[in-house]
């Protein structure tokens, strides 16, 4: 065979191969392709699709699973298996009411703790051999455990303080993001939620199975000083200790009026003192010396208009201040009015962040997860979920908030032997004037900041009347464990 053959052949081998190496690439990069998607749809979203109330899965895995119990952090039971007086199992809430939206309920969907640990307590660590010799009997394993992070002391403190007011309370480690109590009221019994459920989903008025302290929005009023606050101080980094207000009772910004509450005549304040009496005049006269831009801007660095990091449902909050904001718009958004709305959780985790020099952890609510004997399956730890402010911003709203509780609207909790820090709020809604929530968050031992609470009450009236008492009797259960 002549060389120009050979050559010819040689070429069309070479072209050849050159093809089924690039399909060879295509084909393994569609296969890694797949299994990336493969392997984030089973870490992201399998947990979501199971605990979905329509995935029939979970009651192929009740059949062969007994559903798991779930423990405070203190060792109480929360829900339970059991068999009523007609002895058909049931879930069983021996708290009831006091637990309803931390622990949760497991009929017609899920909530709460049910929710977050569901496939967990769908899921059975048993020994292998006993696994293996209850399915050929064909009976059920025991499904693991979940011992969650609340603390039965304050979430009865937190339930019975809230009383007959409709609202919610949040309490939290700041320093590992643990949730401790979590109530929002009104109410229900989970123990009959399934044959009540009709009258209890219908009931639009109350809405008692909304969360209030995760899914509630509310006007943050006052309390949103601090984040108003904030934004005056990166906009004014070294002139913010200059600032200077005369109230009158009221301030007009165009053809807007703001009053103080009560018409309160404050007099000449400083930076300082404007936060400590909340004086509604001072902060509308700093809302029309901010960029509208840039004060949007820090609201979504404190996670306004995003999801939060909880693992139940969680709304989002709202904030729409922006450059062609109208000067009612501004004046109203600076003192946590107007279209601004929030969550007692989003609240709660803005005063972590504080606490803890800046940094907000994740929160959580299950601590660990164990088989039916105590052998524990995993383990839960503290995780750092984002930077929120700068370690030199959070030590000096610290030092703000603990003025509020020294000398302003915050002096309820003073004789605290440990201390305290925080923010009243009397935030108005609806049409009628002088209709307000009622508002604190704070946390305890400023120089050691221990537990965040975060609490509204809906329609009480003034934070520092209302929701600051109430709050003392939480950080006094605390202190005195």
Not at 15 to 36: C, G, K, P, Q
Not at 104 to 125: D, P
Not at 252 to 262: Q, V
Not at 425 to 452: C, L, M, Q, R
């Amino acid at each position: 065979m002549s060389d120009p053959v050979r050559k010819k052949s040689s070429i069309k081998e070479k072209s050849r191969n050159h093809e089924l190496h690039i399909i060879m690439y295509i084909f393994v990069a569609a296969f890694l392709v797949i299994t990336l998607f493969f392997s984030s749809y089973v870490y992201l979203y399998a947990p979501k699709t199971i605990n979905s109330a329509y995935n029939m899965r979970q009651q192929n895995l009740e059949k062969k699973v007994i559903r798991g119990t779930i423990y405070s952090a203190d060792g109480d039971i929360l829900a339970e298996q059991a068999m009523n007086h007609d002895n058909i199992e049931v879930r069983y809430y021996p708290y009831k009411e006091i637990f309803a939206h931390a622990a949760g309920y497991s009929t017609h969907g899920k909530c709460g703790a049910e929710y977050a640990g569901n496939i967990a307590l769908l899921t059975s660590n048993a020994p292998v051999n006993e696994r293996l010799q209850h399915e050929m009997a064909g009976e059920r394993n025991y499904g693991d455990n979940v011992i969650t992070t609340f603390d039965t002391k304050l979430q009865k403190t937190a339930f019975d303080a809230l009383g007959v007011y409709k609202g919610a309370v949040i309490v939290m480690e700041a320093k590992t993001g643990r949730i401790l109590a979590m109530v929002s009221k009104p109410d229900f019994d989970p123990n009959t939620v399934s044959e009540n459920w009709a009258e209890i989903s219908a009931d639009r008025e109350n809405s008692p199975l909304v969360n209030r302290a995760t899914q509630g929005l509310y006007p943050p009023g006052s309390t949103f000083k601090t984040v108003t606050l904030l934004e005056y101080i990166r906009e004014n980094p070294d002139s913010f200790g200059d600032f200077s207000f005369n109230c009158k009772g009221s301030f007009s910004y165009g053809d807007t009026k703001i009053s103080c509450f009560h018409s309160t005549v404050h007099g000449n304040l400083d930076l300082k003192e404007a936060y400590e009496k909340s004086c509604n005049s001072a902060f509308s006269d700093i809302g029309t010396l901010l960029d509208p831009d840039s004060f949007n801007d820090t609201a979504k660095k404190l996670l306004f208009n995003k999801e939060l990091p909880f693992d139940i449902a969680a709304a989002k909050s709202s904030f729409v201040l922006n450059g062609s904001s109208s000067e009612e718009e501004i004046v109203q958004s600076a003192i946590g009015q107007g279209n601004t709305l929030m969550s007692p959780a989003h609240m709660a985790l803005i005063t972590c962040a504080i606490a803890n020099k800046g940094i907000l952890m994740k929160p959580y609510e299950i601590e660990r997860i164990e088989n039916y004997q105590g052998s524990i399956v995993k383990e839960y730890q503290p995780e750092e979920y984002k930077r929120l402010m700068s370690e030199e911003e959070a030590e000096l709203l610290k030092e703000y908030m603990t003025d509020v509780v020294e000398n302003g609207t915050g002096r309820k909790l003073k004789d605290l032997p440990f201390g305290a820090a925080g923010k009243t709020g009397s935030a108005e809604y609806g049409t009628i004037k002088g209709n307000s929530h009622s508002w604190f968050t704070g946390f305890s031992n400023p120089e050691d900041p221990d537990i965040v609470v975060t609490i509204i009450m809906e329609g009480a009236g003034s934070g520092s009347d209302y929701a600051v008492p109430m709050a003392k009797r939480i950080f006094e259960a605390r202190g005195s464990q």
